[in-house]
């Protein structure tokens, strides 16, 4: 299985095969790798008088220099320290310290370094936490970092694969066949109280769902199927919501027989019905109600405006209108 970092194996097949003539591109391919991967072994780890790159030596020079921590390069030069402290103090982002480092000393590449090493270097490796005395030395004022992971690294929210709502059938798209809901919750203040809403999207009819043990995915994911089962067979088509977690359970709840459908991200008007149906019971469940249950509204009788006594016209001798 092919790891992160180069095997023997894979420094012969270069060696070889840079023997025999192919190009950069070629080893890659055969390798499964990246060209700049092939580049960066031939470059770091040939032979530094002949040039010639011997696999078997190339794999122990690369095997010593991987042992963590080192030092950094940041604390192993003086000058370079200072160089970034004072910039620092300036209020410039590592980005700019870097962008000057390499305009002003041009001429000395052991004073360019990367963004990330300074970040590196103040931020405590241990807890992921700025110290003290260099919290205010960044623009931003952030004292704990918020890691940045590439997508293919990332926790899928969902468990089960999400089918999109480009997959749903054209029934549920122009409203013909009653049966196809959408779904979301409303959250109360300070995320204490959940309920939520279920909109048909033939007749616009309303199912309000309680939620008061919390909006977790098992949680959401039992309620909705208690809910949904009390419903009528050929009013069980098809269920839409959004991509929020408390639905990382619907592999589960599409086993009852009702598809889930996923709307994609920030499109909203892809449940155009639940959205405004949820504006509406705003104004029924306020935030400020902990347990969001109905709040009688008082209702006010709007005032008629004032009628003004017709004016006489003496041209023609009847009332006409006052004018508007």
């Not at 982002?93 to 041009?106: A, G, H, N, T, Y």
């Not at 929210?157 to 049966?179: F, L, N």
């Not at 639905?247 to 155009?272: E, K, L, N």
């Amino acid at each position: 299985m092919r790891g992160r970092y180069l095997n023997e194996d894979e420094r012969i097949v270069i060696a070889d095969r840079r023997r025999a003539g192919a190009t950069l591109q070629q080893i890659a391919a055969e390798l499964g790798r990246h060209r700049s991967t092939i580049s960066r072994e031939l470059r770091n780890n040939a032979h530094p008088v002949s040039g010639d790159y011997r696999p078997h030596a190339a794999h122990a020079q690369a095997q010593a220099r991987r042992p963590r921590p080192k030092t950094g390069k940041i604390p192993a030069n003086p000058g370079l320290r200072q160089v970034i402290q004072d910039g620092l103090h300036l209020r410039w982002s590592p980005e700019q310290i870097v962008r000057r480092l390499r305009r002003d000393f041009s001429d000395q590449p052991e004073l360019h370094v990367a963004h990330e090493t300074i970040y590196q270097a103040l931020y405590v490796q241990g807890r992921g936490e700025l110290r003290r005395e260099l919290a205010a030395a960044l623009r931003t004022g952030r004292a704990m970092r918020r890691p940045h992971r590439q997508a293919q690294q990332r926790t899928p929210r969902m468990a089960t694969p999400m089918v999109m709502i480009s997959e749903r059938p054209a029934e549920a798209d122009d409203r013909a066949v009653p049966g196809h809901w959408e779904g979301d919750l409303i959250i109360g203040k300070d995320k204490k109280s959940t309920i939520g809403t279920l909109v048909e999207r033939a007749t616009r009819y309303v199912l309000l769902v309680h939620l008061p043990n919390g909006r977790s995915a098992d949680v959401v994911r039992d309620t909705l199927i208690d809910t949904m089962s009390s419903l009528p067979e050929h009013l069980r088509r098809s269920l839409t919501w959004d991509q929020g977690g408390e639905m990382a359970g619907h592999g589960a709840f599409t086993a009852t027989g009702i598809p889930v459908y996923f709307c994609d991200p920030h499109s909203p008007w892809q449940r155009g019905s639940n959205e405004n149906t949820n504006s509406l019971l705003r104004q029924y469940f306020p935030k400020g109600n902990r347990h969001l249950r109905p709040q009688p509204r008082t209702l006010r009788r709007r005032r008629r405006p004032a009628q003004r006594p017709p004016t006489q016209n003496a041209r023609l001798g009847h009332p006409s209108r006052a004018p508007r």
